[in-house]
């Protein structure tokens, strides 16, 4: 049973960088879109963007400018990078396994999530 | 951006119910449309892909249906477990986006 669990600060300063790590258990990182997805308190989901096995992203343009993902397949890890963070960005973070139907994709495994508050 | 659209926001229903709710999408997507459950404080799960394919250990009193810009999610005798929130996901072009969700709670 392949399993995610997010590992990061759940407290980040106005203009500070979050970053967090997500960690895949009993599966390969093979194939698949790693793809992180957050959920504002008491809102609806917004897709931040994946990084896929073999390094190459996809982000939203609206986050673009502030993201970086990166993917490390030997520990089985990959990690989401957001800059210039505000309390827009407030939310539950999820890491989460895509799974490409060329085009397309869905979402089969998801993280717990982790709540990251931004306030000073 | 694709949007989509959820309807309704909310319903009440009663157990052994028959629940349908629909998402549209903004220009037509084909089939590409995922539906995930979401309880509180949990993370969403997987029901369906690709509008109508059940994900493995779904119960199958799930169903989806539509192509195009219009998708229906069907429960067909809604249980005490499905009280919940249910989004749409378009996969057919980046950004992926959601509809706001509908919430099924009991009536």
């Known amino acids: 049973q392949v399993q995610l669990q997010e590992s990061g600060p759940g407290l980040v300063k106005p203009s500070e960088t979050l970053s967090l790590n997500c960690t895949v258990s009993?599966?390969?990182?093979?194939?698949?879109?790693w793809t992180w997805i957050r959920q504002p308190p008491g809102k609806g989901l917004e897709w931040i963007g994946y990084v896929s096995d073999n390094g190459n992203t996809n982000y939203n343009p609206s986050l673009k400018s502030r993201v970086t993902m990166s993917l490390d397949t030997t520990i089985n890890q990959f990690s989401l990078k957001l800059r210039s963070m505000t309390a827009a960005d407030t939310a539950v973070y999820f890491c989460?396994?895509?799974?490409?139907?060329?085009?397309?994709?869905?979402?089969?495994?998801w993280g717990q999530g982790t709540l990251v508050t931004v306030s000073s | 951006d694709i949007q989509m659209t959820q309807s309704p926001s909310s319903l009440s229903a009663s157990v052994g119910d028959r629940v349908s709710m629909t998402c549209r999408a903004s220009q037509n997507i084909g089939n590409y449309v995922n539906w995930y459950q979401q309880k509180p404080g949990k993370a969403p799960k997987l029901l369906i892909y690709a509008a109508s394919n059940l994900q493995s250990r779904v119960p199958s009193r799930f169903s989806g249906s539509g192509s195009g810009t219009d998708f229906t999610l069907t429960i067909s005798s809604l249980q005490v477990e499905d009280f919940a929130t249910y989004f749409c996901q378009q996969s057919f072009t980046t950004p992926e986006t959601f509809g706001p969700g509908t919430t099924v709670d009991i009536k």
């Open positions: 989460v396994r895509g799974l490409p139907l060329q085009p397309g994709d869905f979402f089969d495994y």
């Open positions: 009993d599966g390969s990182m093979n194939s698949f879109y």
